[in-house]
């Protein structure tokens, strides 16, 4: 007589065959009837993953079918949610990634980044881990770019850079992508992007600001507004051609950009930006 020990790995097998075995046998049926054959997957997204979803798929489980199969990655981005703003998925309440390949009859609960909730160990997306961030910014993101810089953070921006130089540029060179087009963030070497729902520039860098934390990078006037090279203090006969006589003569201190040669001096204009990002920095508690 087989003991219970023997029959284990078998009965393990046969557990996890079952499923695309019964697959296998409606995929029969269907061609038998000739019609086709459809997954049906039940899926909830949670928090501000909604706001890319029908209004009358938002905040509640439903229903999802499908003529073939595809991978979790496909499946919520046909749905219209971006991967990049993604942090956990649950396929029948097991943290999944990308890849796997979805079962007719899965349940799917995806869930967006956690602002206060470090879940590396749970997650099974496998996103490289940024240590120091720096960002891309698309054609329609101008004045959060300026802004970014004015904190000192290192963001690149070019209106001439299409949609396949930005995710290239986010690819190779490990930066996170800034776009209000979720089309972008949907191409498959983008690993770290955000999507931008504001349209006013204040609010859009509180929006990156609750999905990186910002803290201990942010270093008000160290980088050009212009090119985004780093600032460096220069002595005062150096510039002596490139200011208005009178404000070399007002001003003792002056710092010029390694890259693009801007000069910049602290006057009137400085008043204004210290303010703005003293608005900026209060918002987002930072020392």
């Known amino acids: 007589m087989v003991g219970q020990r023997e029959l284990l790995p078998s009965l393990i097998r046969w557990q996890q065959e079952l499923p695309e075995f019964i697959i296998n046998l409606r995929r029969a049926d269907a061609n038998r009837l000739g019609t086709a054959f459809m997954f049906n997957v039940t899926l909830r997204f949670y928090e501000e993953l909604n706001d890319f979803l029908p209004l009358e798929n938002r905040k509640r489980t439903y229903t999802a079918t499908y003529a073939e199969r595809r991978s979790v990655k496909d499946l919520i981005e046909s749905e219209g949610v971006p991967h990049t703003e993604i942090d956990l998925i649950l396929v029948n309440g097991e943290s999944t990634g990308f890849d796997r390949l979805v079962r007719d009859g899965n349940r799917i609960s995806v869930y967006p980044c956690f602002e206060a909730l470090d879940i590396t160990s ?12 720096r960002f891309v910014a698309d054609v329609n993101l101008g004045k959060l770019t300026r802004y970014l810089r004015l904190l000192g953070l290192d963001c690149r921006y070019n209106n001439s850079l299409d949609d396949e130089e930005l995710a290239a540029i986010s690819k190779a060179e490990h930066r996170i992508l800034l776009t209000r087009d979720r089309g972008l963030l949907k191409r498959g070497m983008v690993d770290h992007g955000i999507y931008i729902h504001a349209s006013d520039a204040d609010e859009q860098v509180h929006e990156v600001a609750r999905r990186i934390d910002l803290g201990s ?54 008043q204004r930006l210290r303010a703005i990002v003293n608005g900026i920095v209060s918002g987002l508690n930072i020392q």
């Open 217 to 270: 990078h942010v270093a008000p006037f160290r980088r050009c507004m212009k090119c985004n090279g780093l600032l460096r203090a220069v002595e005062k006969d150096a510039v002596v051609e490139r200011v208005p006589g009178e404000t070399w003569r007002a001003i003792d201190t002056f710092y010029q950009c390694d890259d693009c040669a801007k000069v910049y001096w602290r006057g009137a204009h400085w």
């Open 122 to 133: 749970v997650s099974r997306l496998g996103r490289p881990p940024l240590r120091h961030p």
